[in-house]
DNA sequence: CGGAATTGTGACGTTACTGTCACATAACTG
DNA sequence: CAGTTATGTGACAGTAACGTCACAATTCCG
């Protein structure tokens, strides 16, 4: 199961951002812009990761994180402050509350994903990352694996990439052109029509498993994974 | 008891600062100049916490820190990463390698005690085991022993540490890099060509005590367990 | 130091994957 | 319905990846 990473957070826009790039690498995630949302968000599912802002409208983040550790329903719950203080006395009032790592704003995304993986890694060892389920079609993009109605099935490189993109946007209909540019890589030219062949390839192993199609022609636009 | 902190660092003037404070605080202190000695102080005694400067002599922190995650007597043992260098790349490096948290010098005192107690403070759940099983094959990395249907199997070095580290994670496809980089060590250079060779050799060996490949070969993908 | 065990690497045969073509089939259009 | 356009698919040849072997280099150990 994905980890549940909840986001409490005033600013929308540095919200929005978290949201974008935890969702890129498959967590579940929760918005909560104040202190009181934060709270009741935490009680109704509780968060694999808090990534919490010090200030926090109502409730503040420090005195979230401080119930968190003394009355919460899981008092190890994972916490990685963001704050736009870089006072010292801050940070290790922080630290001292009890959040596992700090972080201050303006942060690098790509380094607060690191910290991410390196607190959720440490919660939950040997996690499965990256699964996507569509209809009956399950595909384990970490033990590179495709099964539909619990049944193995074998799928080249290729048809696994684009039966991997086609499942990270189910339903939507996708140009020869679309998929070339992004399951084969913008720089290599082959002809469309070889989308055609591989399509035809990942359909031909997909119907081996029983079920029926699902992948959706759509005239002169594209295909698509049905949605179901 | 007091908890145990190991301080690998090579600068006296740092190392012996760290021992005055982390005394102070009644924890007990080891100190270790180099790579090596860390090592040796590491089997020794396990620490509780290791503050493992980047650059040392002899074996490097990051070196140390991957041995640590991937053969140590304690996988899961909290490692501070100190080091001169900010540049992000290395800080999103060292969070990768599986240190828990990251501080850079000249760093304040007051605030890496402050991440000592954050840190010794949050409870390990699900500490890696001696043993582990998966299908039919049970390896004891205490006894650095591998038995399948009861029967021994005999491994050199590198094949353990690579079974070693696929039964840690099961299922899960890694790369001859990635596997150059934890099962070998991401200071030495070998051709990526070797992980086929000894992913050939222990599947022979496995292969002699019955059964079928456990191994699962993804083409251009690498390598990984059966999960069984 | 010398033999044994372990590890690295080039070579080579085999397998699997890929892109393209050619033609068959299906879907639209008027 | 006939013509046109778009799509499906088998065949095939070129290529890259793979597994294994043999041997070299290194390390280990007495």
């Known amino acids: ?5 909840l986001i409490a957070e005033d600013e929308k826009a540095v919200s929005e951002l978290l949201l974008y790039n935890l969702r890129k690498e498959d967590y579940d995630v929760g918005i909560a812009g104040d202190g009181e949302e934060t709270l009741i968000m935490i009680d109704e599912r509780t968060p694999d990761l808090l990534l919490l802002d010090w200030m926090l409208p109502k409730v503040s983040g420090i005195e979230i994180c ?9 008092p190890n719950l994972p916490i990685i402050m963001l704050t736009a203080r870089g006072e010292e006395s801050d940070r290790i009032r922080g630290l001292d509350t009890g959040a596992d790592d700090y972080v201050t704003k303006p942060f690098s995304t790509t380094e607060l994903m690191a910290r991410v993986r390196a607190v959720l890694r440490r919660i939950r060892p040997g996690l499965k990352e990256d ?3 569509v209809g009956d079609i399950e595909i384990d993009r970490v033990a590179h694996r495709v099964t539909r109605k619990g049944e193995d099935i074998h799928l080249g490189p290729t048809e696994f990439r684009l039966l991997d993109y086609f499942m990270q946007h189910p339903g939507r209909v996708f140009s020869r052109e679309q998929l070339l540019d992004t399951v084969w890589g913008s720089d290599v030219y082959v002809e469309a029509r070889t989308v055609d062949v591989h399509v035809g390839r990942l359909r031909k192993a997909l119907r081996n498993s029983g ?11 594209g295909y698509a994974l049905r949605e179901d």
Chains 1, 2 share one sequence.
């Open 211 to 221: 079920g029926d199609d699902p992948i959706r022609t759509v005239r002169s636009a």
């Open 131 to 133: 699964r996507i389920t």
């Open 66 to 74: 401080r119930r968190v550790r003394t009355t919460g329903v899981n």
């Open 1 to 5: 199961m994905k980890p549940y990473v």
